[in-house]
């Protein structure tokens, strides 16, 4: 399965939550960029770290024990996010970067959604995944958009913000059949 929502412009295959690594898929990063160029990426980058570690808290308490097909595709999504989480932390090291120390607010932010949603019930779930993700989608655009990214960290924002577009479509479609029932 393809992602649905970016227009084709991306064929990454969203089937695969969490894609493998290699020892050679690691690289020490951007020594030999500009100033400018690397002061954007870094930005980028703890703007993507903080929003995934946002994401996986939401899911993570959107989750219950109840045995369901609901929980497990919220379960799936969380381990998408903790890849995504892993994806840039990864980049932020290899660039020489640390992740931000203020991204607890984000945590906050996240528990907020998250356990907000579950208390209202599968609908306020399924609104708040698309409300979030869709904001998420946006973001990765702008980033995508304004900067000047080296062609590994590219693509795998690509990928991330196809898995996003991902979690909308599915999001939607159970809405809709919560909303025919
Ligand atoms: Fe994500
Ligand atoms: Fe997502």
């Not at 951007?30 to 980028?44: F, H, N, S, T, V």
Request: hydrophobic share 40%; net charge neutral.
């Amino acid at each position: 399965m393809s992602d649905q929502n970016t227009k084709g412009r991306t064929s990454y295959d969203i089937s695969i939550v969490r894609p493998q690594m290699n020892h050679d898929d690691f690289k020490m990063r951007g020594r030999d960029m500009e100033p400018a160029r690397l002061k954007a990426i870094k930005k980028g980058l703890l703007t993507l770290h903080t929003l995934e570690l946002m994401a996986i808290t939401i899911y993570r308490f959107q989750i219950t024990s109840e045995n369901s097909q609901f929980n497990r595709q919220l379960i799936a999504a969380m381990c998408n996010e903790m890849t995504h989480y892993q994806d840039f932390q990864v980049k932020l090291y290899e660039f020489g970067f640390k992740p931000g120390v203020t991204r607890l607010a984000f945590w906050f932010a996240g528990f907020a959604f998250g356990f907000g949603s579950r208390l209202l019930g599968r609908k306020a779930i399924l609104k708040t995944g698309i409300w979030v993700e869709s904001k998420a989608v946006q973001h990765y655009a702008e980033l995508l958009d304004t900067i000047d990214w080296d062609e590994d960290t590219r693509k795998i924002i690509e990928k991330d913000q196809a898995d996003e577009d991902g979690h909308i479509s599915k999001w939607k479609t159970l809405l809709e059949s919560e909303v025919s029932q």
